[in-house]
């Protein structure tokens, strides 16, 4: 599997709502890093495993809808829309994740997406 299609495998892991499948594509010493006000990063498969399924159920029927995939090497980068159902409303907010890939897993992934847009969709804002 190439660096992009297991980044690809990763963000579909997602609509699968099984908190399993999204943590089998990370490393051991996998770095979960959020650049939006709303988002809390953390450091470890362990730790990323016990925050996932929280996570899901925070966010009924989420799926990215990948827009676009470039990639050079080990590092790639997925422009996506985020899309689920929070307070009885459709939320769709674009973003970006940027990977590192080692031995087949993600190593690192740092997602850019706007916070204000998702409360706003979702009524918070």
Not at 30 to 58: I, M
Request: proline share 3%; charged share 25%.
């Amino acid at each position: 599997m190439t660096p992009a299609e297991r980044c690809i495998t990763y963000l579909e892991s997602f609509a699968t709502g099984n908190p399993d499948a999204v943590v089998a594509n990370v490393t051991d010493d996998f770095v979960n890093e959020h650049t939006s006000a709303l988002g809390s990063g953390c450091e470890g498969k362990d730790e990323y495993a016990r925050r996932v399924p929280g996570f899901l159920a925070s966010m009924p029927g989420l799926r990215y809808e990948i827009e676009d995939v470039v990639a050079e090497g080990d590092r790639v980068m997925a422009a996506y829309t985020l899309h689920t159902h929070v307070n009885d409303r459709d939320i769709a907010v674009r973003g970006v994740m940027r990977f590192l890939v080692r031995d087949g897993l993600v190593a690192h992934r740092t997602d850019y997406w706007d916070s204000m847009v998702f409360k706003q969709q979702a009524g918070l804002a």
